[in-house]
């Protein structure tokens, strides 16, 4: 947990920011999602000054996008036609600025987490009030949040931007709750209402968590949707489901995939994912099986202390690998947010209430009465969808 921690600190620079990671030239920026999780263990691991530091750049490069984000809800609420690439960055660059290119920016997944993990600072080191030098982006934040918060936009693994995802949702709700705790509004509180109905009314009418709002396809990220954000129950009875068809689909080598589909850098096992369905068996007080994700994760680390994004692509699609590599380069060695949910998992792992430190809210009581084991049929690992 240690080794992890220090990753964490070397990739973060003296103004907060946090690099997604540092030998790979395509993560050389600060992506709000990353960073957050990553904040998010360096609190866990009692390290509050450095996620302060990183929590305030953030609030500063918000206030660098004021007039992009209240233009965002200015066409909105206008209804003109959002232009992807100029909506409030899914990344910055290291020093807080934008970057001008064609990446798909609209993805509002970041801005939920950062809102979380902002209130888990808050709560990790003691403190309960928001400092007053992170309100205003803060609030900023909430609003933008509350205009997009079921708009189609590019998922976290920032693709397919014309639906609502799942786990967009969750990251969404997660922020909502937050915004709705730090700033006392209550308009966040019935817009956090409407996306968790929205993500039910999907789920019951596909009978689990699918990776968008009418596909039927599965993606582990929805994982996030009970830990860390508190969206459902660990033993909501569409969630249980959701986890085996998660394992069943995307098991890879021992890790975990992102999707059937995923073919980039030939579709490997992510630390990040392995990390997460290691959050969840914490949370049901599965150990061994949360061990085991843990050691699968401990394993890859690098005799440097390195952990990188994916493992077991190559060997697994070896062309599209291949084709990822002309692009952009060997994939990255370290990232940073992988060296995060590791953490967080081992935190879990070594105490003895381990929800306390995902979600402080819980769940609402209309979810309590599902909690029901379901049975699934084995689909045989397809690998496509
Ligand atoms: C992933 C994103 C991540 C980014 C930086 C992308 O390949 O899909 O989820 O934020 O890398 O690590």
């Not at 690439?85 to 950062?114: C, I, K, L």
């Not at 843990?294 to 690098?302: A, C, P």
Request: with cysteine.
């Amino acid at each position: 947990m240690r080794r992890s921690v220090e990753a964490i600190l070397r990739n973060q620079a003296d103004n907060g920011a946090i690099i997604a990671s540092p030998d790979f030239a395509q993560y050389h920026f600060c992506w709000l999602r990353d960073g957050s999780f990553s904040a998010y263990a360096l609190d866990v691991a009692g390290e509050h000054e450095a996620s302060a530091r990183y929590h305030a750049w953030v609030a500063r490069a918000v206030d660098g996008i004021a007039t992009t984000m209240s233009d965002a809800i200015a066409a909105h609420r206008a209804g003109e036609v959002l232009d992807p690439v100029r909506m409030p960055p899914a990344r910055f660059a290291m020093d807080g600025s934008t970057v001008v290119d064609d990446w798909p920016n609209f993805q509002v997944d970041g801005y939920g987490t950062w809102l979380w993990s902002l209130r888990r600072h808050i709560d990790l080191g003691g403190s309960d009030a928001l400092p007053e030098h992170l309100l205003e982006s803060a609030r900023r934040v909430a609003r933008y949040l509350k205009e997009f918060a079921l708009h189609p936009c590019y998922d976290v693994w920032e693709e397919n931007g014309g639906a609502r995802h799942t786990s967009t949702l969750a990251c969404v709700y997660g922020g909502l709750i937050a915004g709705a705790q730090l700033l006392g509004d209550e308009e966040c509180e019935r817009v956090a209402d409407e996306v968790r109905s929205a993500v039910l009314a999907s789920a019951a009418s596909a009978g689990y968590f699918t990776k968008f709002a009418g596909d039927r396809d599965v993606d582990a990220s929805c994982l996030w949707l009970a830990s860390p954000f508190g969206l459902v129950d660990s033993k909501n009875e569409y969630f249980a489901k959701t986890v085996r068809l998660i394992e069943d689909r995307l098991s890879y080598d021992g890790g975990l995939r992102r999707y059937p589909g995923d073919v980039y850098f030939g579709g490997g096992a992510w630390p990040v994912l392995t990390a997460s369905l290691g959050w969840h068996y914490a949370s049901v007080g599965n150990f061994e099986r949360a061990n085991r994700c843990r050691g699968w994760i401990e394993d890859r680390i690098d005799a440097e202390g390195r952990l990188a994004e994916q493992f077991g692509g190559e060997s697994r699609d070896h062309q599209h690998f291949e084709e990822w590599v002309s692009r952009w380069g060997a994939p990255a060695r370290d990232l940073t947010w992988s060296h995060a949910t590791l953490v967080v998992l081992s935190y879990l792992l070594d105490r003895p209430d381990p929800v306390s430190i995902m979600n402080d809210r819980g769940v609402r009581a209309p979810n309590r009465g599902t909690e029901v084991e379901v049975e699934v049929e084995s689909t045989g690992g397809s690998g496509a969808s």
